[in-house]
């Protein structure tokens, strides 16, 4: 089926969101939430475009943008494609690490501008990793509050609010923190099966199947070089169906963090 056409934004400015390959994290610590900073503020230098937002989660991120000359697709490509190479170099892998092009939805008015800003600002909190949005470090959300970005632009979506800025900053907040039924560009809008999550149970009934499919001891089939890409598909499957706690995972496959993350 062909790609339907991108909506075209008549203001430039865009809601973007990027999310892992088969619903898997794209970012496994800090130094790789740093490494897609700095890769925004590297393409922000050469294509000069405008960046109002940003939070980085596990498995997805969402960028508010306003495009330059170059066009959002163009940009998008940038960022994309310097950090699947950084992120397969470092984890020994290849192959794609986005899930599909990037979803995109237009943003034509400032009300819409705010409200988005404040909708993914609230993506932690929402996924219950903090309270509220000034505990998390990896959103533009404090860049606000601060105003100490070479990151973001912020004055724009401050200016709405009051032509001064101390002001303007503690009505941002409070209708950061205000309670609201946004809906936006997110992660659900991806098809989940939910109806089939294996249990903790499951996941050990699901490593004795491929034991005994190829014929092998568990030890052998988690530790002999010859089984990994049998032993990759197996881990994958449970992380992509179970909701086990990577400590949970760890103590299942009696694999450290990274190996599973590799997988």
């Not at 800090?30 to 980085?56: G, P, R, S, T, V």
């Not at 449970?238 to 706690?245: A, M, T, V």
């Amino acid at each position: 089926m062909p790609r339907s056409m991108r909506k075209i934004s008549e203001t430039g400015i865009y809601h973007i969101m990027v999310r892992g390959n088969e619903k898997r994290n794209i970012f496994i610590d800090k130094w790789d939430k740093m490494k897609f900073i700095n890769i925004l503020k590297q393409i922000k230098y050469e294509e000069d475009y405008d960046l109002f937002a940003y939070c980085i989660m596990p498995n997805h991120v969402h960028i508010i943008i306003k495009e330059s000359t170059s066009g959002i697709s163009h940009i998008m490509r940038r960022i994309n494609t310097i950090y699947a190479q950084y992120f397969n170099y470092k984890y020994d892998r290849v192959g794609h690490v986005f899930q599909d092009r990037f979803k995109s939805e237009v943003i034509e008015n400032d009300t819409y501008l705010l409200c988005a800003i404040r909708y993914i600002h609230n993506n932690p909190v929402r996924a219950n990793i903090v309270k509220v949005p000034m505990d998390y470090s990896w959103s533009s959300y404090k860049d606000y509050i601060n105003g100490k970005s070479e990151l973001i632009d912020r004055n724009f979506p401050l200016l709405l609010f009051n032509n001064n800025i101390n002001k303007a900053i503690t009505l941002f907040t409070k209708f950061t923190l205000k309670s609201n039924k946004d809906e936006f560009l997110d992660i659900q809008n991806y098809p989940e099966n939910n109806n089939n999550i294996l249990s903790k149970q499951d996941c050990v009934n699901l490593m004795n199947s491929y034991c005994e499919k190829y014929n092998v001891s568990l030890n052998i089939l988690m530790n002999i070089k010859a089984y990994k890409l049998i032993r990759d598909e197996m881990i994958r499957k449970i992380k992509d169906n179970s909701k086990l706690s990577l400590r949970e995972l760890e103590d299942i496959l009696g694999m450290s963090k990274n190996t599973i993350n590799r997988a």
